[in-house]
């Protein structure tokens, strides 16, 4: 069965046992969980294929800088204050998103229109490779909800610390 599959048929019941997970990661050396973790990423990327699934670009809207505003409306051919316009909106957390889900940007291939001027969250998405799975342990559980990839890292980080 290919990772995406298994995502879908198992996120739901897993999730509060990710929450579970990343207190305990919480307590473990940064270090070593961010070299487990950089291993996993490597591994499960092997197997899945963002193309496959785009369900980051359906489901979350960005956070966008004033960089990513001024690239983005570079790359568009728009003035700065018609791109924030058509495309931004502040969310409840007082940050600067993409307006809508899906990204206006995702092609119906899931490819992305602007990919070389995307958004830095998009260029770091999902957030598991070397330091930053560390450093952003606390969207982990909710990233699984919308990544198979985060998903399985998750899953098989759980597998090596709770096996003997």
């Not at 983005?72 to 495309?87: I, N, P, Q, T």
């Not at 969310?91 to 602007?114: I, K, Y």
């Amino acid at each position: 069965m290919k990772l995406i599959e298994a995502w879908k048929l198992q996120v739901d019941a897993q999730n509060p046992k990710h929450k579970v997970l990343i207190r305990k990661l919480k307590s473990k050396k940064r270090k070593e969980i961010a070299a487990l973790a950089d291993q996993l990423h490597q591994v499960v990327f092997e197997e899945i294929d963002c193309l496959d699934c785009a369900n980051c670009c359906k489901t979350i809207p960005p956070i966008l800088n004033d960089t990513d505003c001024r690239r983005l409306s570079k790359a568009l051919g728009m003035k700065e204050k018609d791109f924030f316009s058509k495309y931004v909106r502040i969310d409840e957390d007082g940050d600067q998103v993409m307006a809508q889900t899906p990204c206006p940007f995702l092609l119906a291939n899931n490819h992305c229109l602007v990919y070389e001027s995307r958004p830095r969250a998009c260029r770091q998405y999902p957030h598991t490779d070397g330091n930053q799975f560390a450093e952003n342990l606390n969207l982990h559980a909710a990233n699984s909800k919308h990544c198979p990839a985060v998903f399985h890292i998750l899953q098989r980080i759980d597998k090596q610390i709770t096996s003997p």
